[in-house]
């Protein structure tokens, strides 16, 4: 089964380690506690609607962009066809991804 | 603040109305009560990874499809561009959409 937490954590976390960030660097700016950001990140806690928005925050990254992420991945792992876009990736630039799922 | 489980609500509810059918029916099939089912869609509590995905499958949308169509809504309401692609909507057919952000 797809978990979504799970999506969203590993999203989050290769967005602060693309950034070159700690989690108590993250935590502090998004005013959460280290243990839950880690957990967040991990996949073992659902991140409220509330401190998801924190975490974007202090990640600078639109919570639509994240979410644009894990729906792609998402679709790969379920198998659909994901159309060839110019998404905003979560470094902040435009790159053209092609991605194609395994059937 | 933009907040997701708002947007999950009303994608999870117009998706459910777009077919037809009531809580109850959807509810049952999903596993969950219709309290639960209910509130969800009012955006009035999160749903668990667990939940979500056991609606999606009551409702057969893939999870991702879900997640791209609550990412789209939550790009517009925060003023960013949605780049044009053809998406499978949540009727499950191919429509070619075209949103603009307001800035």
């Known amino acids: 089964m797809i978990v979504l ?3 969203i ?3 989050l976390r290769d967005a ?6 700690t989690l108590r ?3 502090s700016a998004a005013r959460v506690s280290l243990g839950y950001l880690s957990e967040v990140e991990r996949g073992q806690k659902e991140a409220s609607s509330e ?3 924190s975490i ?3 990640l600078d990254i639109p919570l639509s962009v994240v979410l644009r992420e894990v729906s792609d991945r998402v679709a790969v792992a379920e ?3 994901v159309p060839d ?3 905003v990736d979560l470094a902040g630039t435009v790159s053209r991804r092609d991605l194609t799922a395994v059937g």
């Not at 602060?16 to 960030?21: E, I």
């Open 5 to 7: 937490r799970r999506e």
């Open 9 to 11: 954590g590993d999203v």
């Open 16 to 21: 602060r380690q693309h950034q070159g960030r």
């Open 25 to 27: 660097e993250v935590s």
């Open 51 to 53: 401190l998801l928005h």
């Open 56 to 58: 974007c925050g202090a």
């Open 79 to 81: 198998g659909i066809f």
């Open 85 to 87: 876009t110019v998404p």
